[in-house]
């Protein structure tokens, strides 16, 4: 299995933000769907956002939408999650990962980066 690397998580107050990275090998990006997804303690994992890496066109969760963009660099192999206008109830560890277009089930996962949102 490819391995997914999330990076950019960190501290911040409410009202600021973070980009995060995710990095992988171009083979696993090539033809995938790139997600994002975020589980906080004691809640399930939702999810946040995808990218097809192929089209370049995103899908961004309702409850982020707004606040929220994932982006991607041909050149880095690398996918971003833009954070602005963090609220505390962003708090959580986000994960990126992968699954083929053909797919329902993200089957790469990351080790996830923890976001905490003060107030």
């Known amino acids: 299995q490819e391995q997914l690397v999330a990076s950019g998580g960190g501290m911040v107050q409410a009202g600021g933000s973070l980009r995060l990275s995710c990095a992988a090998s171009?083979?696993?990006?090539?033809?995938?769907?790139m997600g994002w997804f975020r589980q906080a303690p004691g809640k399930e994992r939702e999810f946040v956002g995808a990218l097809s890496w192929r089209m370049g066109t995103t899908n961004i969760a309702d409850s982020v939408k707004g606040r929220f963009t994932i982006s991607r660099d041909l050149t880095k192999n690398r996918m971003y999650l833009q954070m602005n206008s963090l609220k505390p109830d962003d708090t959580a560890v986000y994960y990126c990962?992968?699954?083929?277009?053909?797919?329902?089930?993200?089957?790469?996962w990351g080790q996830g980066t923890q976001v905490t949102v003060s107030s």
């Open positions: 990962a992968a699954r083929s277009p053909s797919e329902t089930q993200y089957t790469n």
């Open positions: 171009p083979r696993t990006f090539a033809g995938y769907v």
